[in-house]
């Protein structure tokens, strides 16, 4: 069965930190592009980062640009998403999704192919 599963959410403080964690099973993320969106309450799922099957290329929402970093482990066959500098509205359930048609790193939901179940982040005081 392929599955991805994220794991890392939680609820942390305004200025706060967390690292999101996104594995496979059932096959491998050598040859995929990986992406993380985030869907609030109330609003469409959007594009927070991705990166490149061989990790050579990212891209990041604007509004994360600075704060996030993206990144994947072969070895653990596990993609990453460090979240630093939090602040309320990064409140969003957050996903991981996998594609392998296409080379280059995008946020068009249509594009990926798995999906993981979601991880929520809350960022409050």
């Known amino acids: 069965q392929l599955q991805l599963v994220e794991s890392g959410g939680g609820l942390v403080q305004p200025g706060g930190s967390l690292r999101l964690s996104c594995a496979a099973s059932g096959f491998t993320l050598d040859y995929y592009v990986i992406g993380w969106f985030r869907q609030a309450p109330g609003k469409e799922r959007e594009g927070v980062s991705c990166i490149s099957s061989n990790g050579g290329s990212t891209n990041y929402a604007d509004s994360v640009k600075g704060r996030f970093t993206i990144s994947r482990d072969y070895t653990k066959n596990t993609a990453y998403l460090q979240m630093n500098s939090l602040k309320p509205e990064d409140t969003a359930i957050y996903y991981c999704?996998?594609?392998?048609?296409?080379?280059?790193?995008?946020?068009?939901?249509?594009?990926?192919?798995?999906w993981g179940q979601g991880t929520q982040v809350t960022v409050s005081s």
């Open positions: 999704a996998a594609q392998s048609r296409y080379y280059h790193c995008s946020f068009y939901t249509s594009e990926y192919d798995y």
